[in-house]
């Protein structure tokens, strides 16, 4: 399977991401998951959610360094990034987005306004959390 064609949401009602995904519909937007309630992992819960229900992410079919698939909407950290005015190094942490005018996933850190193709760091970056469950790290 291709993983860039791989989606995972996240159910705003419940607080969680969910990785088992049936159906994608455009046409009624809305989308099939399956998942299991927090207290029995035995009884699995399947349901079609309108796309105002969750948000609809996508893999980017890059794998940081300890082999984990990188989502939009994870929040990444690259470390030792040469900063170009002063040459000293710093560490660069964004959210995965997907940025249209390019047509790739980059990082943006809002709190710096800034954007960053995270693909060549790919060796070292590190997946931090992701902006749903851990919103705190972009601030």
Not at 12 to 22: D, L, T
Not at 44 to 68: C, M, P, S, Y
Request: proline share 2%; aromatic share 10%; net charge negative.
């Amino acid at each position: 399977m291709n993983d860039r064609l791989r989606y995972r949401v996240w159910y705003k009602k419940e607080k969680r991401m969910v990785y088992a995904i049936g159906e994608i519909s455009i046409q009624d937007q809305a989308v099939s998951i399956a998942y299991t309630d927090h207290t029995d992992d035995d009884n699995i819960k399947v349901r079609w959610l309108d796309f105002n229900e969750v948000e609809l992410l996508q893999a980017t079919g890059l794998n940081h360094r300890n082999g984990i698939m990188i989502w939009e909407g994870d929040v990444i950290k690259i470390p030792n990034i040469v900063e170009l005015i002063d040459d000293e190094p710093m560490s660069f942490i964004g959210e995965v987005v997907w940025v249209i005018g390019t047509a790739q996933f980059c990082a943006l850190n809002t709190k710096d306004e800034q954007i960053m193709d995270f693909s060549r760091f790919i060796s070292t970056c590190q997946i931090l959390g992701n902006k749903y469950s851990n919103p705190d790290l972009l601030q």
